[in-house]
């Protein structure tokens, strides 16, 4: 019988599209990929360090496995892999931890699946980690994160991406190309781009070979792909030109994520961000300009070092006064090795609480707002294959989630949808459906 290999991923999509790119390495050498939640030979988990308790879940997620297969074989990969290695080690269970460089070489550092003593390391320094190695994820008929670009070469003061993942650095536009046409190929009909700093893409060999614009106008003509959109970019890498061609496009949909972090001009300083709010404010208004049905989304850190009540409240004022969609709210916290972790003025662990729990409210009212802007709309939504108490979701192109009652002549079709209500769970109900149907 084959060996079988399951994955636990934590984290981004960056990690789930490697997640995947390193299922399909196991496939190659043999292995039958099973559920997380069954017996298996080799639990590989992919683990991250930028949320809270990375410890704490590594160590659960190696019980759990455990529990299904006692004498299972545990690999431990990613970020926090690449971090803390021998506290990783130390964790029971775990056969072997692999750094940013060796993660992707993981079939050949198994071998026989021999369990020893002491958990094997294989970690080299960061600064080694300087190659770009393609990964999508596959499994979702309806949607794939195409990874672009990894690394990155900003030094924000909280943050421990690099010393993660290490320089910028990117694949040839025409292998991203073939890459989205082989995705085109197996049905799926929406692919976002993701990477660590995906504006920075067009890095090989620490020189700027390409922009990425570039490698948006060539995307745009992959046939077969219906939507491409564009994950997490900096605001000072998207630039008018990049705006101006995707409120253009039939392709690229119209939404941007777009991280703030901060909209005190002190606090981003004391980040280490590459921009001012001015100039977020400027990409804002350029987008709703172009496209005012555009869904922007932003991320936020509150309780930063040094942070005053005025500092938040003057955040908050600016986010309320940005025509956004939605905010993903982070609580700062410590990260050793950063230069944040040093500064003075660490803001209560209380007041963080409470200024998390007032932007989630904005968040919230914020959401509503733009889902109100769409009501008695026709939406042009992809419906995926999920069902929960009777109904299935989707997405519109302005990244409005849509529900329905179950039809399994929907799944990863998009068609056009009236918009009826915002549900008290906070989705919008489909109210009619156009019965445009591509069986496959």
């Known amino acids: 019988m084959s060996k079988r290999v399951a994955f636990y991923t934590l984290g981004c999509k960056l990690n789930f599209s490697e997640t995947s790119a390193i299922g399909r390495i196991f496939q190659d050498a043999g292995y039958e ?21 990375a410890d704490k879940k590594c160590r659960k997620v190696v019980r759990e496995a455990l529990k299904y297969s006692p004498d299972a ?38 071998n026989d699946l021999t369990k020893q003593p002491k958990a094997l390391i294989r970690h080299a320094p960061i600064d080694e980690t300087n190659q770009f190695i393609p990964a999508f994820s596959i499994g979702d008929r309806t949607r794939t994160f195409l990874k672009v670009q990894d690394g990155c070469d900003y030094s924000c003061t909280f943050c421990t991406i690099p010393m993660a993942r290490g320089i910028s650095r990117s694949g040839t536009i025409a292998e991203l190309v073939d890459q989205a046409e082989k995705i085109a190929a197996s049905g799926v009909k929406e692919i976002v781009l993701t990477g660590v700093n995906i504006g920075d893409f067009g890095i090989r060999n620490g020189k700027r070979e390409d922009r990425f614009l570039d490698l948006v106008k060539e995307l745009d003509g992959v046939t077969g792909i219906d939507r491409f959109r564009i994950s997490s970019i900096e605001p000072n890498l998207l630039s008018n030109d990049i705006i101006d061609f995707v409120s253009q496009s039939n392709r690229f949909v119209p939404h941007f994520h777009m991280p703030l972090q901060s909209g005190s001009d002190k606090v981003l300083r004391l980040m280490r961000r590459r921009y001012q709010r001015e100039l977020y404010a400027e990409r804002v208004a350029r987008i709703k300009a172009l496209m005012p049905d555009c869904c922007i989304g932003v991320d936020v850190i509150v309780g930063f070092p040094g942070e005053s009540r005025e500092d938040f409240l003057e955040t908050y004022h600016f986010l309320n006064g940005l025509d956004i969609s939605y905010l993903h709210v982070f609580t700062y916290s410590e990260r050793e090795n950063t230069i944040a972790a ?30 109100q802007t769409q009501l008695e709309r026709t939406q042009h ?8 108490d009777g109904y299935m ?11 329905t009652p179950y039809d399994p002549l929907l799944v990863n079709e998009i068609v056009p949808v009236r918009l009826s209500h915002i ?4 989705e919008v109900e489909a109210a009619e459906i156009t019965p445009v149907y591509n069986t496959h």
Do not use: W
């Open 33 to 53: 990929p099973a559920p997380f939640n069954s017996r298996a030979d080799v639990y590989v988990i992919n683990t991250c360090s930028v949320t809270d308790n």
């Open 73 to 110: 074989y545990v690999a431990i990969v990613g970020c926090y892999a690449q971090l803390k290695p021998r506290e990783i080690a130390e964790i029971p269970g775990v056969d072997m931890v692999l750094g940013a460089a060796e993660k992707f070489n993981i079939i050949e550092h198994i």
């Open 342 to 371: 040093q500064m003075e003025g660490a803001v209560p662990g209380a007041q963080r609480g409470e200024r998390s729990k007032m932007l989630h409210i904005l968040s919230e009212k914020k959401r509503r707002a733009f889902y």
């Open 381 to 388: 939504v992809l419906f995926e294959g999920d069902v929960k």
């Open 393 to 403: 979701h989707g997405f519109s192109r302005n990244y409005v989630k849509v529900r």
């Open 423 to 426: 549900t008290d769970e906070g």
